[in-house]
């Protein structure tokens, strides 16, 4: 028998990936999962409706979520896994942020009409639909527009963070989103530390009670992955990874091109068993 393995890191067309919950299933039923996370940002919706599909499988489907803090001006994602869906702070939150990342469209898409990209933000709160609408969404609008040729010269000349479209995320402060998770029931983990480029603020994270980070990432090359690792067992902290799948907006990337052992996938249960019983 192969060690089982899990992706906790997936996006859905829930929020800025572009496969359905039921086929995201199957495609980690293809990649020979075990377990798999799905993450969407401020959204859990996609967790009920790939239930059956996951349980047909034989696929353990971990409920997640992915929230939006910043730190002295940088943006920090923080993983929730094991969350209960129904808890209504963990439900007013997200309602609160998917209300929150509507308005920052619309000031997202003046911007750009201002140096002359003429398009709407209804077409963009349109690609989103059901789900919460981010980034992404606008880059695939300037990308149909051809404003760009490629999805990522979007977020170098439109809407990254030195870019005249670009509107910061969420101002909230990440003890604050660490708080809601821990309320939900959930573990909370540090996304993606790569991108932070501040590993010193993990520290305070910790102190606000952090519970693990994410050492394996599609963005983390070898030598990133050791470094976290060496961090994560000096801080005492969990470990998670995945592949961060958004479907075509992150194209070549499948769905387990990051995979941890299911003993990972223990240790984060019984974190939560041990601090919410
Ligand atoms: P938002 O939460 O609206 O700020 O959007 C963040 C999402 O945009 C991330 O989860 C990525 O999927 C995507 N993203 C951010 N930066 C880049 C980039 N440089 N290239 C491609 N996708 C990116
Ligand atoms: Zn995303
Ligand atoms: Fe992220
Ligand atoms: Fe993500």
Redesign the pocket.
Known sequence: MPEPVADL?LHTNYSDGTETPERLVELAKQAGLSAMAITD?DNMDAIAIAAPMAQRHGIELIPGV?M?ASAEGLEV?LLGFFLDVTHVGLQQHMAEQKARRVERIHEMVGRLQKIGVKIEADEVLQLAGQGTVGRPHVARTLLKHGYISTFPEAFTKYIGPDNPGFVPGSPLLPARIIRVILDAGGVPVL??PI?LKRDELIDQFVKDGLAGLEVYHSGHPPDVVRRYEAIADRLRLLRSGGS?FHGDSKEGLPVGAVKVPYALVEALKQWKCSRHG
């Open positions: 890191h940002h992915e939006s994602h996304a993606h991108y961060d």
